[in-house]
């Protein structure tokens, strides 16, 4: 069984969650809830085991890793701050992640921008940060970034994103290197290499190695293993014609993390070492000189460090076809704060945040607010018999792409994002209001 819980979680005397060393009904009570709770001690503590793991594994082989946190799981400047001094890079794939890990006073030259489509004002906003890469992910973009560096007087460093076509990860919409997708460049078709050698020729780029990202939620090793083996592949025969050995291999990130006690996790210590023994077999076989490496881990990160605390309004019990019934549990929240269900069928961990219940469990579905009937939060849970209107439900492992992919929909403010640690809480991001709901609408003259 796995904890899905962040490390500080734990039950008061009267059965009460805390979190960080603070009661659930004391956040709720300052903060409101939907809420998202980050653990900032274990954000932050994940966040420096993998620095450690990976630094050290790939040391072993006189080689360097560096760690980038995929900020699309969760961003603030604070947690940019966070991710510099805990010895951690970041990867963004947005103009407006990229300011915010500037803000957050993470230097450019950690921060990798990525996107398959990014406008000129992004990237001539990186060329102006001075971001340490660019990864390229078409040759449209190879002939775009060369004129903007041109133009801007600068030489831009460059990954090629390249799709290995290794099936890796859980639901279709976050496998990202099979070969019928939009991300990259494929390095069967000979696309990858022909976009290393349209950088290698550019003016204004300097190629400064590869990039890919294979999926997300994967377990199995062997997956890492086989892209790592295949991206050394095309840096040899890119070597083999052009003399070129690329610097630097990114193999992205994508490691699993558990939802539900059921589920598995990948830890970063078993990974590291056996990635990096991965890749010097590789090596040695492709021969040539080491490269360095990067990682991108981001929900591995955030995810297990953060919950979401929401309030019961309606309990309802439903009939089910083949006998029994369902209990309906809906919160103040749902959707719009967690779309994670409804787009990937993702399965999470819930439990009664304000009290612990002697009532029996029964089947539940856990629900929000919206009119959508698949607005499911979490679709199979056991929840007590007596879950009641007013009571508090935490859901576990939302701290990455919660947050970063709620929307307004059905007009409902986006909860706002707590740090807890050593007994007190600080705001990350600011619950919306209704007058940024209104200051965002044209009202009729
Ligand atoms: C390029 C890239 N790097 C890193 C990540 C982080 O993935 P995960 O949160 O699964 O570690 C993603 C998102 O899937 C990605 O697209
Ligand atoms: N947002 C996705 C993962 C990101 C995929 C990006 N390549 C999730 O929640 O699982």
Redesign the pocket.
């Known amino acids: 069984m796995s904890t899905v819980w962040p490390a500080t979680h734990e039950r008061a005397d009267d059965g009460a969650m805390r979190l960080g060393g603070i009661d659930v009904r004391d956040l709720a009570r300052e903060h409101g809830t939907p809420l998202y709770v980050v653990d900032e001690d274990d954000m932050r503590s994940r966040a420096r085991s993998f620095a450690r793991h990976f630094g050290e594994a790939f040391a072993a082989h006189g080689t360097t890793c560096d760690v980038y946190y995929a900020s699309?799981?969760l961003l603030s400047s604070r947690i940019s701050a966070w991710m510099h001094e805990d010895g951690v890079r970041i990867d963004v794939a947005s103009g407006g992640e990229l300011e915010l890990a500037l803000r957050g006073g993470m230097p450019a030259a950690h921060i990798t921008l990525h996107g398959n489509n990014k406008s000129d004002a992004e990237l001539r906003r990186a060329l102006a940060a001075g971001v340490g890469h660019i990864v390229v992910d078409s040759l449209t973009e190879v002939e775009v970034l060369s004129a903007l560096a041109v133009e801007a007087g600068v030489v831009a460093p460059v990954l090629v994103r390249v799709t290995t076509g290794v099936h890796a990860g859980g639901?279709e919409?976050?496998a990202?290197s099979h070969e019928d997708q939009k991300?990259g460049l494929s390095l069967a078709s000979g696309a990858a290499l022909g976009a290393l050698r349209a950088v290698h020729e550019a003016q204004g780029l300097e190629l400064r190695g590869i990039h890919t990202?294979i999926?997300?939620?994967i377990l199995s090793i062997d997956a890492f293993r086989e892209s790592a083996e295949r991206m050394l592949g095309l840096r040899a025969a890119f070597a083999a014609e052009s003399g070129v050995e690329v610097p630097e291999v990114d193999l992205g990130g994508g490691y699993a993390i558990a939802y539900t006690p059921e589920a598995e996790a990948l830890d970063p210590s078993v990974a590291a070492r056996e990635i990096a023994d991965a890749v010097a077999a590789a090596v040695a076989t492709v021969g040539g000189s080491w490269p360095t490496f990067s990682i991108e881990p981001?929900?591995a990160i955030a995810g297990p460090a953060g919950i979401t605390l929401y309030t019961v309004g309606v309990v309802k019990h439903v009939a089910l076809e083949g006998g029994g019934d369902r209990q309906y549990v809906a919160v103040d929240g749902g959707m719009s704060d967690n779309p994670?269900t409804i787009?990937?069928g993702?399965e999470y961990a819930a439990e009664l945040a304000d009290r612990e219940s002697e009532a029996p469990p029964v089947l539940s579905r856990v629900v929000g607010k919206h009119c959508e009937s698949g607005d499911i939060v979490v679709r199979d849970v056991h929840l007590p018999a007596d879950t009641a209107r007013g009571d508090l439900l935490a859901v576990a492992a939302t701290g990455?792409?919660g947050r970063?992919?709620a929307s307004n929909y059905n007009a409902i403010l986006r909860p706002a994002v707590v740090a807890v640690r050593d007994g007190s809480s600080q705001v990350l991001i600011r619950r919306d209001t209704m007058e940024d709901l209104l200051g965002w609408d044209v009202a009729p003259d």
Do not use: P
């Open positions: 699309k799981a639901h919409y976050i990202t991300f990202h999926g997300s939620q981001g929900r994670r787009m990937y993702a990455a792409y970063s992919m």
